[in-house]
């Protein structure tokens, strides 16, 4: 079932963050719902500029409706990641997404809220929620480049007044963490203490966290004995979740993660395996793996176990 993200956030809000996840193709979206029901998780599906012109928009449209067919009993938000004006106002038109994201974070401020306002109008017209970002995080995501000089950590005080100005449903913020798999060099950390303070002056509010994979050095490992070549490669330790979600974060967006269990199960699988050409012997394999770690995901971020709870509210 399909809902908007803003019942999940008044539901989450301050006791755990709803999971938002990024899927491609067919073996992750079947691995997000089954990860998700085994672990009895409400959830948010992310669909990036990019993952829409992979194939065609109308082909993951269409995988998620028939995963909703499938698994009755999955309540989810299907949500636009990263979008600017031109491809939130297509999905915004579509009927499909509850959810999109303008991001115009790289823009000044008066902009920012400019292009903000235009896609929130648009979209509460049709009853659709906004996401928007204020300060930027470190790394590529999308049509946003920044490097780690140009990185600026959101300010409180400008995130009252931008809320407040745009109409916004939700924020991101920008609190040290990065896009990507080389989240943090050096004596980086997370900035509790700026999340405290937006918090302070945003309560209740539901805030969101961008580039919050982990980069398990586990599978880092294992893709490199595959014949990998990631070097360096470090991310958010998934136990900081929970203090996220008591300081007001709901959402908390997870990629890089995803995709590093797609890499490790392929590259093994031919390693192990040089024989094969059909795709469906590691893709099956990817799917099992990829469940089981949306499920552990759910339990470091506190909404495994939530789901029935969820669908009482609803109903």
Request: net charge negative; hydrophobic share 40%.
């Amino acid at each position: 079932m399909i809902v908007p993200t803003t019942k999940l956030f008044e539901l989450a809000y301050g006791k755990y963050a709803i999971g938002a996840y990024n899927i491609n193709n067919l073996e992750q979206t079947m691995g997000l719902f089954r990860g998700n029901l085994e672990s009895s998780a409400p959830f948010i599906i992310q669909i990036s500029k990019g993952a829409r012109s992979y194939t065609h928009k109308k082909m993951l449209e269409s995988l998620i409706r028939a995963a909703d067919e499938i698994f009755p009993e999955a309540i989810f938000a299907v949500h636009l990641d990263h979008g600017d004006e031109a491809t939130c106002l297509d999905c915004i038109n579509s009927g499909f997404y509850s959810s999109v994201m303008i991001d115009a974070s790289h823009e000044d401020f008066e902009t920012n809220i400019a292009i903000t306002r235009r896609v929130v109008e648009a979209a509460h017209a049709r009853g659709i929620v906004v996401e928007a970002e204020l300060g930027q995080l470190g790394g590529v995501e999308e049509h946003v480049k920044v490097s780690e000089s140009e990185a600026k950590l959101t300010n409180p005080d400008q995130a009252k007044e931008f809320v407040e100005q745009t109409g916004c449903d939700s924020l991101a913020v920008a609190i040290g963490t990065s896009h990507g798999a080389f989240k943090f060099t050096g004596d980086q950390v997370l900035r509790f203490d700026v999340l405290a303070e937006i918090q302070k002056r945003l309560p209740g509010y539901p805030l969101v966290m961008h580039g919050s994979s982990s980069v398990p050095q586990e599978e880092v490992e294992r893709i490199n004995q595959a014949g990998g070549n990631l070097k360096g490669a470090k991310g958010v330790d998934a136990d900081q979740f929970k203090r996220a979600a008591e300081l007001g974060v709901t959402k908390i967006n997870i990629d890089t993660d995803g995709r590093l269990v797609w890499t490790r199960v392929h590259r093994e699988h031919f390693l192990e395996h040089p024989e094969n050409f059909d795709l469906r012997a590691p893709g099956k394999v990817f799917m099992a793996e990829y469940a089981k770690f949306i499920a552990q995901k759910n339990e470091k971020l506190g909404s495994a176990g939530k789901l029935e709870e969820v669908r009482r509210a609803l109903s």
